[in-house]
């Protein structure tokens, strides 16, 4: 009940498209979910995060959909550039930032 | 600001040794927590410490272990290694209280048991 799942494990998208991660959860009790990009030799950076009292969040060409009564949320990655080829991370916790439960991740390639 | 710093960034073991990691907290931060992230695999979350207490483990044997010292920097602990343990070990910061949901993560440490 612990798990989130993440999906695809790796996305290729073209340059100006949009990137699209999935992750579904099973426990209730998670009330914060926020989105890692991790670079190779880098540690995770948060890009975004919300709460499941709103249905999306937007922050510049990053949006977060939040669907409570399937439990799934997901990323959408607006004009993708090269430079977001990444990992990244989905995650969830019943505590804010503290015992993050993470997805296993998807490694996105943004084609020039 | 330095961002959280961790040391050192690899280092290879012999099955059945000890290690320890380190790590100092980003300026302001007095809580630490510790994640293992397996080669291809997402994090998964070790223990936390607060004020030099631990306040929260996840599912690891106690041969994991750590500290926190007064000016907030940590260390992992890991005794007999075992080969599963290979992986990279990531330190996480961030202020204390319930709101603070920034967590800052460093570099990590990446240990390999042979």
């Known amino acids: 009940q612990q798990q989130v799942k993440q999906s695809p494990q790796s996305l290729i998208v073209q340059k100006g498209g949009i990137s699209i991660i999935n992750c579904a959860y099973e426990n209730t009790a998670f009330d914060y979910f926020p989105w890692y990009q991790q670079f190779p030799g880098k540690g995770p950076a948060l890009l975004i995060a919300?709460?499941?009292?709103?249905s999306e969040k937007k922050e510049g060409r990053f949006t977060i959909s939040f669907n409570k009564s399937a439990k799934q949320f997901s990323l959408h990655i607006m004009d993708s550039q090269p430079g977001d080829s990444a990992t990244y991370f989905c995650?969830?916790?019943?505590?804010?930032?503290?015992?993050?439960?993470f997805g296993q991740g998807t490694r996105l390639t943004i084609n020039p | 600001e330095t961002g959280v710093t961790q040391s050192p960034t690899h280092l290879i073991k012999t099955r059945g040794q000890q290690v320890t990691l380190r790590c100092s907290s980003q300026?302001?931060?007095?809580?630490v927590s510790w994640y293992q992230q397996a080669l291809g695999q997402g994090p998964q979350f070790i223990f936390q410490?607060?004020?030099?207490?631990?306040?929260g483990r996840g599912n690891f044997p106690p041969r994991f272990s750590g500290l926190q010292f007064p000016n907030y920097s940590s260390e992992l602990n890991v005794n007999a290694l075992e080969l599963d343990d290979s992986a990279l070990y990531l330190c996480a910061s961030r202020e204390g209280g319930f709101g603070a949901n920034v967590l800052t993560f460093g570099a990590g440490s990446r240990l390999t048991v042979l």
């Open positions: 995650a969830a916790s019943n505590q804010g930032a503290q015992k993050l439960v």
């Open positions: 410490y607060y004020r030099e207490e631990e306040n």
């Open positions: 300026s302001g931060h007095n809580t």
């Open positions: 919300i709460r499941p009292d709103v």
